[in-house]
């Protein structure tokens, strides 16, 4: 494994271990180079996805955008950074499991939505709002109208 901080080749493994989920082993690595130490993941991958975007283009799946919008969506909101993981870990294994190699951007977001609707709802209005591509007050008034919220009568 290359070094990120100074680009040797030779990296040494300190400590491994499988992350809280198992769905991942947790890799601390040091550089003999320059002293630098970091983390790795290692994932089994079963299948290549690829994301149909909406306007056709095909890329293929990077969880780091999933992980990146998630962690944006709950800044600042009671929600660690294991429970993200899992949260992510969770949606790739579906998408995997559903066999399709090819999956739409529409049914990722969708998943996430699912997600934060059921965990924080501060962070599911946050995602929606881009998601959805709000662009004024009203769209989110009549986000906010559609949620059911239980009253407190």
Not at 74 to 102: A, F, T, Y
């Amino acid at each position: 494994m290359r070094c990120p901080f100074c680009g040797h080749e030779d990296t040494q493994v300190k400590d491994s271990r499988p992350t809280e989920d198992n769905s991942a082993i947790r890799r601390r690595r040091s550089c003999p180079e320059c002293g630098s130490r970091f983390t790795t993941f290692e994932r089994v991958q079963i299948r290549d996805l690829v994301v149909i975007k909406k306007d056709g283009s095909r890329s293929p799946f990077d969880r780091d955008k999933v992980l990146k919008s998630l962690k944006i969506s709950l800044r600042k909101r009671p929600v660690d950074e294991e429970q993200i993981e899992r949260i992510v870990n969770g949606i790739h294994r579906r998408l995997e499991s559903m066999g399709e190699n090819e999956v739409p951007s529409k049914f990722i977001g969708e998943l996430v939505m699912e997600v934060l609707m059921d965990l924080d709802k501060v962070a599911y209005v946050r995602y929606a709002s881009v998601y959805r591509n709000f662009r004024e007050a009203k769209d989110f008034e009549d986000f906010l109208g559609k949620m059911v919220v239980p009253r407190l009568d």
